[in-house]
Nanobody, 122 residues
Framework: VQLVESGGGFVQTGDSLRLSCAFA????????MAWFRQAEGKEREFVSS????????YYADFAKGRFTISRDNAKNTVYLQLSSLKPKDTAVYYC????????????????WGQGTLVTVSS
């Protein structure tokens, strides 16, 4: 399985970005998908996940109301819409294939992309 993130960039406080993660080398519709992020000097943290069908989503508290996860199984792509961005959202954002939707570490399959950097300036 290969995961390739894109869409990161340098934005101002309050701006929006849409991150994309292209999936290849497997059956996309067999995996739940998740987004994580890692700020400099900090541990990687869960952001959001989505079920195989897309009907179920789950968000970290800091992401609720500002971030939206979605997927297009026809395009083998998962998205993360970031809105009302804040400087503390600055991080490398990673997508991951998962066993199931949720923040439980047991969902983690260890399949990660290379990440895309989001920098939010004040």
């Amino acid at each position: 399985v290969q995961l390739v993130e894109s869409g990161g960039g340098f934005v101002q406080t309050g701006d929006s970005l849409r991150l994309s993660c292209a999936f290849a080398g497997g059956t996309f519709s067999s995996y739940a998908m998740a987004w994580f992020r890692q700020a400099e000097g900090k541990e990687r943290e869960f952001v959001s996940s989505i079920s195989v069908s897309g009907a179920t989503t789950y968000y970290a508290d800091f992401a609720k109301g500002r971030f939206t996860i979605s997927r297009d199984n026809a395009k083998n792509t998962v998205y993360l819409q970031l809105s009302s961005l804040k400087p503390k959202d600055t991080a490398v954002y990673y997508c991951a294939a998962a066993r199931f939707c949720g923040s439980d570490p047991k969902a983690n399959l260890g399949l990660w992309g290379q990440g895309t950097l989001v920098t939010v300036s004040s």
